[in-house]
């Protein structure tokens, strides 16, 4: 049975940082494609950061850039999301998911997802 588990949620005060991290199991996991994804509330699901099972590539939507860093350690099954400078807008359920497709935005071609974890930003 495949598992992911978010941790590492919480509420921070604007401009400050949050590592969330997700572990799996039962799944080939360096062989996935791993994203993060998140969704505030009455809005819809939304990509944030994807790192390939494919050389490692990394994406990030733009909101995001040059503030969060995803990154993986096959050898604990777990792929991070490093958040810094965090904004109030920021603030939204955080999960993980597994696709074995080599890099994919589209919450639809994930196989496998977590159940989130909330990240909440006070200004």
């Known amino acids: 049975q495949v598992q992911l588990v978010e941790s590492g949620g919480g509420l921070v005060q604007a401009g400050g940082p949050l590592r969330l991290s997700c572990a799996g199991s039962?799944?080939?996991?360096?062989?996935?494609?791993m994203g993060w994804f998140r969704q505030a509330p009455g809005k819809e699901r939304e990509f944030v950061a994807v790192n390939s099972w494919s050389g490692g590539s990394t994406y990030y939507t733009d909101s995001v850039k040059g503030r969060f860093n995803i990154s993986r350690d096959n050898a604990k099954n777990t792929v991070y999301l490093q958040m810094n400078n965090l904004k109030p807008e920021d603030t939204a359920v955080y999960s993980c998911?597994?696709?074995?497709?080599?890099?994919?935005?589209?919450?639809?071609?994930?196989?496998?997802w977590g159940q989130g974890t909330q990240v909440t930003i006070s200004s």
């Open positions: 039962g799944l080939p996991f360096s062989s996935y494609t």
């Open positions: 998911a597994a696709s074995i497709s080599p890099y994919s935005r589209r919450p639809s071609n994930y196989d496998y």
